[in-house]
């Protein structure tokens, strides 16, 4: 008789952008192995455009769409949204009673998107005494004090506290130390684990002689990265001719129209344009520079891959990637634009002095250590010999 597989279930509650689902990809493409499935539950309206390796498959909830930072309504179907969440609470809860996993992940949001996932926790908690449940934060969150306030309004300090086995946080407590900055009780902060940044898989790619550098412009989803595009097409358009290529990705979820007009536009100076890369490490490997809005996943790539990047962090609704980028360039990994204060030629000025001599960051980016995966594998190992 076969002995029974090891069970993961991923919670990502995707409402906006392509960085959580992304994450949770990256993660259980390391995580899974010969006898670990690894079952998605994900709002994530393009989940399928991923190829999912043998032994990771998904769920698909009804997506929903953030309005305010407390206000989201369905994707598509049109239904009340406390209908739609209702729907969402029972698939998870429907998957985790029939899966019975192992580990449960739940990627940043402790109780879920307006507390889908507390029932699910709470029958864990009674019916699966061996199950660990983990909470997975990317390395910065939003400022302190909003984060703090948040934290306590929405009581997440209570639920870590009773109905999870860790929290592991995807980054280096040398870089940025939410427990610290978020004020995590003594308790919490006992419970919490730095894995490290998520290296991202270097591909295989032929050394070729190229006549021109190359740069790689992406925004993420595509949902709030306009400006960054329109700005960088207009550098090309008042500059004349440029010794670098380019190609540009716009992300899934920009806005049809502008999409066309911004592809007009690109067609016109002869840079290549596409609104959605399935191995975006690919690109980057291939890039003598990166332009991004810095957001975790991007950062990661860029870490992963040793490549200099210009960061132009959006500072709304939150301040998360204004903050990483400030803290990436105190180290020397980046360099970045406040969303202010960036135009053409800030931008040109910029892309310029990386391009000509990217020594003083490449340098840094050579030694940066990338262990999340290591750390993560070392936690599963561990909860398989041991069960409490």
Known sequence: MESKAYNILMYSHDTYGLGHIRRTMAIARNLVAPDVNILIVTGSPIVGRYTMPKGIDFVRMPGMIKKTNAIYVPHSIKVDPKIAISIRKNIISATAKTFKPDLFIVDKVPTGLKGEVLPTLKWIKKNLPCTRVVLGLRDILDDAESTRTDWKRKRFPEVLRDLYSEIWVYGSKTMYDPITEYAFPDDIAKKTIFTGYIPRKAPRTRKVKRKHKQVVVTIGGG?????????????????????????MITGPFLSPERLDELADRARAIKVQIKPFVRNMEKRIAKADLVVSMGGYNTMCEILSLKKPALIIPRDTPR???????????KQGLCDFIKWDDVSPETMREKINALLDDPTPYTTQLETFAMTGLTVMRDRLEYYRKNCS
């Open 319 to 329: 301040l998360e990637q204004l903050i990483r980028a400030t803290v990436f360039k």
């Open 223 to 247: 949902g709030d990265g306009y400006n960054v595009l329109d700005t960088y097409l207009r550098m090309l358009e008042t500059n004349g001719t440029v010794d670098f290529k380019t190609l």
